[in-house]
Structures are given as C-alpha cells and as structure tokens.
C-alpha cells in the first residue's frame, strides 16, 4: 500500500502501466507482467506458493519494505520456536475459542520462520524503507519504466 503514498504521480504512472493483482484491483490470478511489485515477508506456505508464481510471471522482479527485504518486525518471532508461539497464543491467552491452536485444512501451514523474499525467489531490485519512501518508489519505477536503473539516493531511504 505504500505505493499510494506517491499520491497524484500515480496518475502519471497510470498513463503508462497497467496494474494487475494488486489490492487495488483484488484480482486474485497472476498474469504475465513486465515488473512486479510485492511486500511482506514470508510467513506461510500460501506466501511461499504466491511468490515462486508471481516470480515464474514477473520478468523484473521488486522487493518492497524492509519486510520483504529482511523480514521486517515479523521476523522478531524466529529466535523462538513455532509450536511454543502458538501455544502460547492460542492456549495462553484469554479469548482463544476453546484454548485449540487453529488446524483446518484450509489455513495456510505457518512456516517455522518468517523469510525474507530473496532467500526464496530471485529478486532484481530492492526498495527498503518501512515504510519505503514515496520519493524511492517513483525514482525505482520511473527508471524501470525508462529503461534505467541507479542506485537509489541514501536521502530517500527511511525507517519509522
């Protein structure tokens, strides 16, 4: 969602992309795409299964936020175990239905360890920030767009 943040630049942007998936449109397919944009970390095995299409379809590839591209403040679980997390969330604390940890088939098994994207897909551009930039999301896309790539200013980078 950061990319809103571009504010009415996303008008210029929009005379010259055409936005696919995004939560902008809730389209739920993957096409084929010039450049792709994603953030978070990784989570689940749905996110896994997400990515390695959304790469298969993506001939550039951008990782947004410092989520996607360190796993950002979900990461903070990974020096402690799965199974104790969920115990302790679900069995521990008060309003849990039941006290059960949730096992329906339908929910997306949870990783062991929250992941950064590039340690599952190659990525081709990174954009850090949490949140990133407006300034470097127009500069990163801009210069996809024409054709160039430099290396973002250290001005433009910032954490919250």
């Known amino acids: 969602m950061s990319i809103l943040d571009i504010d009415e630049r996303l008008f210029t942007l929009l005379d010259k992309v055409e936005f696919d998936r995004s939560p902008i449109t809730d389209i739920k397919e993957v096409g084929e795409c010039d450049v792709g944009i994603i953030e978070g970390g990784l989570c689940n095995a749905e996110n896994v299964e997400v990515l390695r299409e959304f790469r298969r379809r993506c001939k550039v590839l951008v990782a947004l936020g410092a989520c996607a591209i360190n796993g950002g403040l979900p990461a903070q679980r990974n020096h402690l175990s799965l199974p104790l997390l969920l115990q302790e969330v679900y069995r521990s604390e008060p309003g849990a239905e039941y006290g059960l940890i949730p ?25 850090p920030g949490c949140p990133p930039s407006a300034d470097a999301i127009w500069q990163v896309l801009t210069g996809l767009l024409e054709g160039r790539e430099h290396p973002l200013d250290h001005s433009l980078i910032h954490f919250d």
């Open 103 to 127: 096992n329906d088939p339908e929910l997306p098994l949870p990783l062991n360890k929250v992941h950064p994207l590039h340690e599952v897909v190659r990525i081709d551009h990174f954009i």
